[in-house]
Each structure stands twice: as C-alpha cells, then as structure tokens.
C-alpha cells in the first residue's frame, strides 16, 4: 500500500539554525499538510497545501516556517532559525481528495537544544 | 481552546470485551469527525469516520456513534484484541471550512491497553 515517507525520523539541532523536513506525499494526492506534536501534547495542524499555494495556515505557522513542493513529488517544511519550543515530532499528511480521510507518514522527530 | 476534549488519558479492557473511547466537541460547525490510532514511532492512521448527517457508522469491529445533540462521539472496539493497543485520537473538521476541506482538530488522545 503506498505511504507518506518522511526523512529525517531525527534531526537534532541547535537554536537559531535553520531545518529542512521532507516529505514525500502518496503519489496521486492534491492535498498536503504538516502537523506537529509536542511530547504529550495533542497533534496540532500548522498548515495545508494545495495547487502549489497555502490554503490554510494555523497561529503557529508563523513567518519562521514556509512549505515548498520544488517538484512534483517532494513536500518540504523549512524552520528559518528554529527555537527551543519547536521541538516536537512534525508529522506530513496528504489526502487524494474532498473527501478522502488524511495519511501520515511517520514522523520527523526534531530536537532542538 | 480545547475544541476537541478526550478526557480519558487512558483506558485498560480485557481482551474479547468492548472498548468505548469518548470524545467531546465544543465547535458546532464541525461535520466530519474521524478516529485515528497511533502506534509509537508511527504516524496517526485513519481508522473510521462520520459526516454530520450520520449518527452511526460501522467498519468490521470499529463502530463510531454521533450524538449532536450532545456534541459527543464514541469509539466501540468489540471485540478487543491485544494488537489494538494504542493511541487514539479523535478529530474533527468542518469540509467546508477557509477552502482547505481538511484541517482537523485533535484531541490529546485516549491510550488504550487490551490486556491478554
């Protein structure tokens, strides 16, 4: 069954640099989203993507985070200059359609210290 | 702003027994409601959905029942296995919402341990 894949599972890094999570959606889907969960906290939404513009972005998405699709398989989730609070596991989701329920890929754990 | 309240952290049944996860919604523009279930290490896997229009659906063992009036949905497991040992988390949407047709809200998810 084809899957959401997402690389790193870990990333460690320091405060103030800049990350790059990477997603690579199920090949047929037109909707992609991240979402993130913080260690014992629920999975919250950040933001969703689709026809290769943001169609809906959560509070948390703020100016330090931007999402590409650079080409036609790959989904990207950039941290300018990270803080100490976005640590958390990032997690990818695509949809095929409307009404379609969402797929996760694994998860990026990222730590930031 | 807990739009969406699991307020089980944890549920404990017997193997062959019902298992009955309980979510709460407070945002009557919600109309699609799902269950997800979580493995550690692993992402969130769909397991069973609801429109709004529905007050019941059944997949296999997995029932999911609405109550509107209450703003209340449930997950029934019967009959429990081990393997459904997990971690599940109610969500919710509104398909018509801001034209993304799919940004749930999560609750913080209900643990469950099927127990041999």
């Known amino acids: 069954e084809p899957e959401v894949t997402q690389t790193p599972s870990h990333q460690v890094t320091q405060m103030g640099q800049e990350v790059i999570l990477r997603c690579v959606p199920i090949?047929?889907?037109?909707?992609f989203y991240w979402y993130r969960q913080i260690l014992g906290q629920k999975v919250e939404f950040l933001v969703s993507?689709?026809?290769?513009?943001?169609?809906?972005k959560s509070e948390i998405f703020d100016d330090q985070f931007s999402v590409e699709r650079p080409d036609g398989s790959n989904f990207t989730l950039k941290i300018r200059s990270t803080k100490l609070e976005d640590s958390a596991m990032y997690f990818c989701?695509?949809?095929?359609?409307?009404?379609?329920?969402?797929?996760f890929g694994n998860g990026t754990r990222l730590t930031v210290t | 702003d807990q739009q969406v309240k699991q307020n089980s952290p944890s549920l404990s049944v017997q193997e062959g027994r019902i298992s009955i996860l309980n979510c709460d919604y407070t945002?009557?523009?919600?109309?699609?409601f799902l269950w997800y279930k979580k493995y550690p290490a692993e992402g969130p896997t769909f397991l069973i959905s609801?429109?709004?229009?529905?007050d019941k659906n059944e997949d296999g063992r997995f029932t999911v029942f609405l109550n509107k009036s209450a703003k209340h949905l449930s997950l029934h497991i019967v009959p429990s296995q081990p393997g459904d040992s997990a971690v599940y988390f109610c969500?919710?949407?509104?398909?018509?919402?801001?034209?993304?047709?799919?940004?749930?809200?999560f609750g913080k998810g209900t643990k469950l341990s099927v127990k041999p």
């Open positions: 989701a695509s949809r095929l359609g409307y009404n379609s329920p969402l797929h």
């Open positions: 090949s047929n889907h037109l909707y």
């Open positions: 993507f689709y026809n290769n513009e943001i169609s809906e």
């Open positions: 945002n009557s523009m919600f109309d699609y």
């Open positions: 609801i429109s709004s229009i529905k």
């Open positions: 969500a919710a949407g509104n398909r018509n919402y801001g034209g993304s047709q799919g940004n749930l809200i």
